[in-house]
């Protein structure tokens, strides 16, 4: 199947601060998310990137699908975007495989 | 628009016995998931429908894990003698095949504690 990396597995901030996110996929994809789990668990949709770039407020993301990967930007960073964010994406082709996710990168903003 | 609910949002059984789930996705949309999370991974798919066809299965789910989704509407996933290898997060996510794009929407979640 396909395979998902992301990097850095965790990251420490302050406030104010600026991060980038990394997720490599080893295949073609017609669906790439990202999504930020909040402490109860639930998925909150962030980006829906198969390819191109998008922004939402401070959030921002880039999908370069040719070189299979993609950026998740967050800028000034607040205490509030604490949690685990995931990248997940869908195999292009594959018929109905489901969203594969990487392991996640832990941010963890301090006051 | 309500989003995806799950019911209930915790269940703590014991072994050995059964436990089933409920996932209401969002009206119209036609695609429904199952996703199994546990401690520190991320979600793992397991199972999907278009509309009341069951389409795929991953080899995460074994023998004892059945979904339906008789309507085509919401859907149930029991799992039968249950282990404590079962506890984790159940997640369940809908999707339209009716808009361009193939995004996932997420429901809270069902913890499944087996003790």
């Known amino acids: 199947g396909i395979q998902v990396e992301q990097s850095p597995p965790d990251l420490i901030l302050q406030e104010g601060a600026n991060s980038t996110l990394r997720c490599n996929f080893s295949d073609s994809v017609n669906n790439l998310q990202w999504f930020h789990q909040n402490p109860w668990g639930q998925l909150i949709n962030l980006f829906y990137?198969?390819?191109g770039t998008k922004q939402n407020g401070r959030l921002s993301a880039t999908t370069v699908a040719t070189e299979r990967y993609s950026l998740l930007y967050i800028s000034s960073s607040q205490t509030t975007d604490s949690g685990v964010y995931f990248c997940?994406?869908?195999?292009?082709?594959?018929?109905?495989?489901?969203?594969?996710f990487g392991k996640g990168t832990h941010l963890i903003i301090q006051p | 628009d309500t989003g995806v609910s799950q019911n209930p949002r915790h269940k703590i059984t014991k072994r050995g016995q059964n436990v089933t789930f409920r996932c209401d996705p969002i009206?119209?949309?036609?695609?429904l998931y199952w996703y199994r999370q546990t401690l520190g991974q991320g979600p793992e798919f397991l199972t999907y429908?278009?509309?009341?066809?069951?389409?795929?299965k991953s080899r995460l789910l074994s023998d004892r894990f059945s979904a339906e989704r008789p309507k085509g509407s919401f859907s149930t996933l029991e799992i039968q003698r249950t282990e404590q290898g079962d506890s984790a997060m159940y997640l369940c996510?809908?999707?339209?095949?009716?808009?361009?794009?193939?995004?996932?929407?997420f429901g809270p979640g069902t913890r499944l504690t087996v003790t």
């Open positions: 429908f278009q509309n009341e066809a069951q389409l795929e």
């Open positions: 009206s119209e949309h036609n695609r």
């Open positions: 996510a809908s999707s339209s095949l009716a808009g361009a794009t193939y995004e996932q929407y």
């Open positions: 990137i198969p390819s």
């Open positions: 997940a994406v869908e195999r292009a082709g594959g018929g109905a495989d489901g969203l594969t």
